[in-house]
Nanobody, 124 residues
Framework: VQLQASGGGLVQTGGSMRLSCVAS????????MAWFRQGPGKEREFVAA?????YYADSVKGRFTISGDSAKNMVYLQMNSLKPEDTAVYYC?????????????????????WGQGTLVTVSS
């Protein structure tokens, strides 16, 4: 199984961008797909997840929207009102499980499959 993320690039503050992630040879119809990010000099952090419900980091709530197709082999991240602090490498992650504990969705170590990342740069 491979996860391929795309859609990153350079955008101005206040702009929008949509990231896509496709899973090859596998669907996560009963699992979880998520986005994490790692900014310059920062640790990897949770952004959003979709599985049993949708979950967002407080820093992106109201600006970002995660969605997936019915077969759950693709997940998208629509990012609006982008800020310079959103600059990061964005990683797609997935797992075959639907986590029964809410906080698990926020934990990178719970996800088995990872994509290579796509760079998003927000200029001020």
């Amino acid at each position: 199984v491979q996860l391929q993320a795309s859609g990153g690039g350079l955008v101005q503050t206040g702009g929008s961008m949509r990231l896509s992630c496709v899973a090859s040879a596998h669907t996560f119809s009963r699992g979880t797909m998520a986005w994490f990010r790692q900014g310059p000099g920062k640790e990897r952090e949770f952004v959003a997840a979709t599985g049993r419900g949708t979950y967002y980091a407080d820093s992106v709530k109201g600006r970002f929207t995660i969605s997936g197709d019915s077969a759950k082999n693709m997940v998208y991240l629509q990012m609006n009102s982008l800020k310079p602090e959103d600059t990061a490498v964005y990683y797609c992650a997935a797992d075959d499980r639907t986590f029964g504990i809410r906080q698990y969705f926020f934990q990178a170590e719970r996800y088995y499959y990872w994509g290579q990342g796509t760079l998003v740069t927000v200029s001020s």
